[in-house]
């Protein structure tokens, strides 16, 4: 009996540790296929009696060794479209029982982890909580890369349409503009085929800048036909797969696209068309759009540099501003207000939180904490993420009296109201024309402060001298 406990305990700490490793390996991951690698490795350390399957949709690019199943509504088990519809975990008593777990982030479920036992036996409590926890872990993990694939690639489009403007800008020539949009549209695209179409007396007319393709029979087809079905109500298309298209045109072209535009002299529209089916994606539909939509495309500039600038100057777990923000606000405060107060904050003792419950619970109380803050703020008022468990908080024309309020009021409502319990410690520092110095003066007087309240037992404030 002792030897069975003793080996459940071990069992059960060395689920413990590599939950705690896997959790940690996988948040520094922004590669899907690594993340993935890493769960089924994890699996098989841990339960090696175990077969594991990955359960994903087919949009999903992994490592082509990974033991992956398509995630299909005709094909799959109904067991794992159960897991993955309602993002719930669900057991298959069998013969040989399976696990089919939710790979579950907090904006959507991306697939669903198979576990199936080769012996003939139900799964225990802890092995059932470790392989629920394991599958919440990757799916988090997955969603982050993703959320960064995704910010990189507008970063990377928007870089994309500056050059494209910049260079449109400097072109003095019509032709000299459409010949720089030709090929850089053929490039970006890989079409096989790009035709300008206007508009006159509601008719589609060619354009002579356009590919040979459109100057013949076929081509002028589908000009007609882009136009009936969407041109002339202004309206863009899409076809991943021309199975629709009538006549020869559906065996003469694999995929395209069509995008209306219109300014003050002209209105259209610019069809790309690729040689095979599915070259072109939804994204690079949208791309495509604004690089067409001239008239809007300042608009659309301003919109994707103000995306951009957010995410330059955000914190992305806690959605604070970033250090860097946080250093030029001030500065731009000490040159244009009368006074101001810098709070540093440490949340108290944030390692046995880590340590306890996880790096994804330590994640969440980060983030309870900079709601809280925000919550308690004006909006002229200016919160950061300013290092791991250390926040900031910089109050524009506030003088170091109300600043100690608003210091005590965060330290109160943190303590009572943040799950797992956490408290901070708060260094203030404050300026005023007769003591202006500069911003790492500043810094550096709260620091000290900071540094006070933790030695001095914590969950407290200390005021720079």
């Not at 393709?213 to 882009?226: D, E, M, N, S």
């Not at 109160?412 to 708060?426: A, D, G």
Request: charged fraction near 25%; glycine fraction near 6%; proline fraction near 2%.
């Amino acid at each position: 009996m002792v030897h069975k406990q003793k080996n459940a305990q071990t069992l059960e700490e060395m689920m413990f540790r590599e939950l705690f490793r896997v959790t940690d390996k996988c948040h520094s991951s922004m590669d899907t296929s690594l993340v993935l690698a890493e769960i089924i490795d994890t699996l098989k350390r841990v339960f090696p009696e175990n077969d594991y399957f990955l359960i994903l949709a087919n949009d999903e690019e992994v490592d082509e060794e990974l033991p992956v199943k398509s995630l299909e509504f005709g094909t799959a088990h109904q067991i794992a479209i159960t897991a993955y519809v309602n993002a719930t975990l669900e057991i298959e008593l069998a013969d040989y029982p399976s696990i089919y777990a939710p790979l579950k982030g907090k904006q959507g479920v991306y697939g669903v982890l198979q576990v199936t036992s080769r012996l003939q036996s139900v799964f225990e409590d802890v092995q059932i909580d470790f392989i629920r926890l394991l599958a919440n872990t990757v799916g988090n993990a997955m969603e982050n890369a993703k959320l960064y694939q995704q910010s990189q690639k507008l970063i990377e489009d928007l870089r994309l349409i500056d050059e494209m403007a910049q260079a449109l800008n400097s072109i003095s020539s019509y032709k000299g503009a459409i010949r720089y949009l030709h090929r850089q549209i053929t490039q970006i695209f890989e079409s096989s085929a790009i035709g300008y179409v206007i508009l006159m007396e509601e008719r589609p007319i060619i354009l002579q800048e356009s590919s040979s393709f459109f100057k013949r029979k076929l081509g002028k087809c589908l000009a007609h036909y882009v136009y009936e079905q969407a041109g002339h109500n202004g309206e863009s298309l899409f076809m991943g797969k021309t199975e629709n298209l009538p006549g020869k045109l559906e065996s003469s072209i694999g995929s395209l696209m069509a995008v209306y535009f219109h300014n003050q002299s002209w209105e259209g529209f610019v069809i790309i068309v690729g040689a095979e089916p599915y070259m072109f994606t939804f994204e690079k539909f949208r791309l495509f759009q604004t690089l067409v939509q001239r008239s809007s495309l300042s608009v659309t500039n301003v919109f994707l540099r103000e995306q951009l600038e957010k995410m330059v100057i955000t914190d992305q777990l806690t959605q604070l501003f970033s250090r860097g923000y946080l250093d030029k606000r001030i500065k731009t405060s000490m040159e244009n207000d009368r006074e101001g107060t810098f709070i540093l904050i440490d949340l108290d003792d944030f390692k046995n939180v880590n340590d306890t419950y996880g790096h994804q619970a330590g994640d969440k109380v980060l983030i309870q904490v900079a709601e809280l803050i925000q919550a308690n703020l004006r909006a002229s008022d200016t919160a950061a993420r300013w290092g791991g468990e250390e926040l900031a908080v910089y109050l524009p024309d506030i003088s170091l009296e109300n600043g100690i309020a608003v210091a005590e009021r965060l330290r109160k409502h943190i303590s009572e109201q943040t799950n797992p319990k956490v408290t901070i410690s708060c260094g203030i520092a404050s300026w005023e024309p007769s003591q202006l110095g500069n911003v790492s003066d500043l810094f550096r007087r709260a620091d000290a402060a900071l540094y006070e309240a933790k030695n001095s037992g914590k969950n407290q404030i200390k005021i720079s001298s």
